[in-house]
Nanobody, 117 residues
């Protein structure tokens, strides 16, 4: 049973920064794909950033240049450095991990990010 735990959320003012962490444990297989998704008020859950074991990364257009995804080598731990946060970034951020792109993956319970003045 794979367990996924997010942390690092909080409340910040516009322009502030946060670093989210995701730790996955209990997997018998390599977790080659790790992703960050978010669910903002009034919208469906959407992909924020993705990292693959090969080193490839991709970002949603709305966070390009502000967020950076990274993963510790040899560990099922990843981070999302969030800079220049905007009020519209407010929402619950979820971690998803999977063996390959063909799998549905396992979700964490999410961590709340609130950006307001």
């Amino acid at each position: 049973q794979v367990q996924v735990v997010e942390s690092g959320g909080g409340s910040v003012q516009p322009g502030g920064s946060l670093r989210l962490s995701c730790v996955a444990s209990g997997s018998f297989f390599a977790l080659n794909v790790m992703e960050w998704h978010r669910q903002t008020p009034g919208k469906q859950r959407e992909l924020v950033a993705q990292t693959i074991r090969t080193g490839s990364t991709k970002y949603a257009d709305f966070v390009q240049g502000r967020f950076t995804i990274s993963r510790e080598n040899g560990k099922d731990t990843m981070y999302l450095q969030m800079n220049n946060l905007k009020p519209e970034d407010t929402g619950v951020y979820y971690c998803n991990v999977r063996r390959s792109m063909a799998d549905s993956g396992v979700w964490g319970r999410g961590t709340q990010v609130t950006v307001s003045s």
